[in-house]
């Protein structure tokens, strides 16, 4: 689908926002590799200007946005590192919309991960519990992600996560023989490979990624604070985290440092993530192709080696 006009922009903002919003620009933006992303300018006679960010994309499209709506504000009510506030989702001019508070970024100061590895810490603590899954199936990226409950985190695992994966890899034809004999494995030792881990589980993000976090310019933070968009959240096990973070988050050593000095992962859970980096390696498996296997036939003989 071609990006939004700026007729279109206004004709959706008056329906989704006001009847009397008025725009003044409009600017495509990186961050849009799934849906068209812009940086549109608002203009009050009143209020003066003010800037949003929106993506849009094909109508059908409209239960990602909501997904990723719900997600944004369950994360922001943890008040734990800042978010990008939700203004509206919908669908208008013959698209779905999601639009947000505009981010305005700089340059990582030198504590920026210190800052980041003790507020994600702070996010899992203060909503720690017993909840596994999440109200509906959601999305990770654009693809399904399963969120029934089960009774148990390597249940949850190993039915919802891997195993869907797994399935679905099967009958994309994806998976050869040997990812389908050392993933049934895994999935069958789900138990064992995450015994260890602490019994709580918390509010996830999901899909955290170096894409994912931002370093906001604010006014009360000279140097800038950790911003986290983009969410796939549910509630899991918080080592689940940092799956995707070890694939492609390219956190240094004192993010990891703060993390654990403000609540400490139980031992071993530097081997019991690469369950996590498993699914994620599936998913992209499963979505751009098999640039993918060689990554997962080897994260899947290491898991098991580790049994």
């Known amino acids: 689908m071609k990006p939004p006009s700026d007729s279109d922009v206004s004709a959706a903002f008056c329906q989704l926002i006001d009847p009397s919003t ?32 929106a993506k849009a994309n094909e109508p059908g499209f409209i239960d990602n946005f909501q ?24 669908t208008a001019a013959e698209r779905a919309w999601l639009v947000t508070e505009w981010v305005e970024t700089r340059p990582q100061a030198k504590n920026f991960f210190t800052d980041f590895g003790r507020q994600l810490a702070k996010l ?38 891997i195993g869907f994966q797994l399935r679905w ?12 004999r050392d993933g049934e494995a895994i999935v069958a030792a789900m138990p064992e490979l995450l015994s260890g881990r602490a019994a709580e589980t918390s509010l996830l993000h999901g899909d955290l990624w170096s894409g994912n976090y931002l370093c906001g310019a604010t006014d009360a933070a000279a140097g800038g604070v950790p911003v986290i968009i983009d969410p796939a959240v549910y509630y899991g096990c918080r080592e ?24 400490p992962l139980p031992d071993g859970w530097q081997h019991r993530i690469n369950v996590y980096v498993l699914y994620h390696l599936l998913n992209h498996l499963n979505l751009f192709g098999s640039g993918y296997l060689g990554q997962c036939h080897q994260v899947a003989s290491e898991i098991l080696r580790s049994k």
């Open 240 to 263: 689940a985290e940092f799956g995707m973070l070890k694939l492609f988050g390219s956190c240094p050593p004192e993010f990891y440092d703060a993390y654990q000095a403000t609540w």
């Open 67 to 90: 997904s990723e709506c719900d997600g944004l504000t369950a994360l922001a009510e943890a008040e734990s590192i800042l978010i990008p506030k939700p203004l509206a989702v919908g």
């Open 169 to 180: 890899a099967l009958d994309q034809h994806r998976a050869d023989a040997k990812l389908r």
């Open 124 to 161: 899992h603590q203060v909503t720690a519990g017993s909840q596994i899954g999440w109200s509906s199936d959601n999305f990770l990226g654009s693809a399904i992600q399963p969120n029934t409950a089960t009774a148990g985190w390597a249940e949850f695992v190993a039915e919802n996560r």
């Open 22 to 53: 008025k725009i003044s620009e409009v600017r495509s933006v990186g961050g849009g590799c799934i849906s068209s992303a812009m940086q549109i300018t608002l203009h009050d006679d009143r209020l003066g200007n003010r800037t949003v960010f």
